[in-house]
């Protein structure tokens, strides 16, 4: 079956504009959390959701960041005024409410 | 203090050789979950085994096995018979449960693992 995917995978950016990273969820998983990788780390998280609700954004590094689900599937991290230390592998995962499946990534650089 | 922490930064090892990759852990909370993910040169995360704090045995998962040491705060990953294709990024990473939910992960900084001829 499908798994978790993101879109774009790659995104470049200029300093000062926003982005906006797309997860689409396994079909039915209840949670969706974000992650940022930056290189040769592991994955720090950001924020999660139970269905449409954030649960937890403590992750979240200013508010700049900021992520939504509406209705419970799709989610969506926007990032604005972007700088370039937002440079990093920002990764999202689903789960169905134990073990966490982890989507591609989306590499994103801020010139 | 770290909550989970990887003392190896990179790990060799001779292909059908066993390997260890350590992981030691800090946590007050008496539930939570270990896991360990494989991160090839792709990218990718992939998912290899899980130990609940309350399971009485050690995980094992084909050629995958965690040595769970509770005392220790210990969770290190075996790798039986190793072969090429295990060479990747491993994490470590624990999932607690607080009072308020929530099943984040906390990873570690990873141990590098490559296998030779």
């Known amino acids: 079956g499908a798994g978790v995917s993101q879109s774009p995978r790659y995104k470049v950016t200029k300093r000062g504009q926003d982005v906006a990273l797309r997860c689409d969820p396994i079909s039915g998983h209840v949670s969706l959390y974000w992650y940022r990788q930056a290189l040769g780390q592991g994955p720090e998280f950001l924020t999660y959701f139970n269905y449409e609700a954030q649960q937890d954004k403590s992750g979240l590094p200013n508010d700049r960041f900021s992520a939504e689900r509406p209705e419970g599937s799709i989610s969506t991290l926007t990032i604005q005024r972007t700088e370039q230390r937002d440079s990093a592998m920002y990764r999202c995962?689903?789960?169905?409410?134990?073990?966490?499946?982890f989507g591609p990534g989306t590499r994103l650089t801020v010139l | 203090a770290q909550k989970i922490t990887q003392t190896q930064p990179g790990m060799f090892v001779q292909e059908k050789e066993a390997v260890t990759l350590d992981c030691t852990y800090d946590t007050s909370d008496p539930s939570y979950g270990l896991f360990w993910y494989k991160q090839p040169s792709s990218g990718e995360m992939i998912f290899l085994i899980y130990?609940?704090?309350?399971?009485?045995q050690n995980a094992t998962e084909g050629r995958y096995s965690l040595n769970f040491q509770k005392a220790r705060k210990s969770a290190n990953l075996v790798i039986s018979a190793s072969q090429l294709g295990d060479s990747a990024m491993y994490f470590c990473?624990?999932?607690?449960?607080?009072?308020?939910?929530?099943?984040?992960?906390?990873f570690g900084t990873g141990t590098q693992l490559k296998v030779e001829l």
């Open positions: 990473a624990m999932r607690e449960t607080p009072g308020g939910g929530g099943n984040k992960l906390t």
């Open positions: 995962a689903s789960s169905p409410g134990g073990e966490q499946f």
């Open positions: 130990q609940g704090s309350y399971d009485q």
